[in-house]
């Protein structure tokens, strides 16, 4: 009996110090950073200048790893199913971790079970966009022709459950609209498709909007956020532009495996903070339109709760359903 317990004390003991060692001597190899939408979009843009940063910080290859399809789900479930051990993390727009239980009946994880909460990394003003040949300069222009020709007019999204796609929803609802959802597997399709004039409107990130806009390749109508954008300072915000009650913001949101061991989550929250409070960081970000993100831990995970009722509501009013 006393032979037993020295081998289950032993053995508990390795557990207890192999972790500790663990988490001391992380990261000890490349860490990769999967992001659940096609390369070119601004969760790709984001993840790429995070992982070259983050590299620098923890003294290892950050490997960003795009694995899109399913509106970001199997991206996330990827992550969801690895070892917690710190070395594949989860970058993603909101859609994966604060909309899709709302919009997917059959979801095969659990986004609030199944990760750690890492860091808000940025947030990003939504624009709306058309392309040049609309016959609409203004927010109330568009809504005139919509109403003119109920259901002829489409809109773009990255897919169902984006923001981008949500924003569209909560525009149709709020503006009294008949406009037709065409969704796309990631935004770079959906800004491809806009600036060549298959579909006439689109809501999309700054980051992708900035230099269409400033090259001539689309119009820009209005900024989704609750105020103007200091990049495009002459635009209204929707709600400015008489659509009541419009706010719609996407953001960029790192997260972990569940049971990856707290120890090696707070050296990546470390790493992130320290990688978001740099000047030059933050420079970059602004330049491209957008904000760094000052959550992290459980006040991200607070912030994801929120944001999972909220745009669960807009899933719900929007009828919008998967199968």
Known sequence: MRSRLTVL???????????????????????????????????????????MRLSEVVGQSVIVDNRAGAGGNIGAEFVARSAPDGYTLLLTAPGPLAVNQSLYPHLTFDPAADFAPVALVASVQIVLT???????????????????????????????????????????????????????????????????????????????????????????????????????????TMEEAGVAGFEATSWFGLVAPAKTPPAVVKKLTDAVKEVLSDPDTVHKLSDVGAEPGSLFGEEFGTFLHTETEKWGKVVRDSGTVMQ
Request: hydrophobic letters at 50%; aromatic letters at 8%.
């Open 9 to 51: 004390v032993a053995f508990l003991a390795s557990l207890l110090w192999g972790g500790a060692a663990s988490a001391d001597s992380y990261p000890d190899r490349p860490i990769h950073i999967v992001v659940p939408f096609p390369a070119g979009g601004s969760n790709d843009v984001v993840a790429r200048f995070l992982g």
């Open 130 to 236: 058309v392309n040049p040949i609309v016959k609409a300069k203004s927010v109330a222009e568009l809504v005139a022709l919509a109403k003119a020709s109920p259901g002829t007019l489409n809109f773009g999204s990255s897919g169902y459950g984006s923001t981008n796609h949500l924003a569209g929803e909560l525009f149709k609802s709020l503006a009294d609209i008949n406009i037709v959802h065409v969704p796309y597997r990631g935004a770079a399709p959906a800004m491809n498709d806009l600036v060549g004039g298959q579909i006439p409107i689109l809501f999309d990130n700054m980051p992708a909007v900035r230099p269409q806009a400033l090259a001539g390749s689309l119009r820009a109508l209005a900024v989704a956020g609750h105020v103007r954008s200091p990049l495009f300072p002459e635009l209204p």
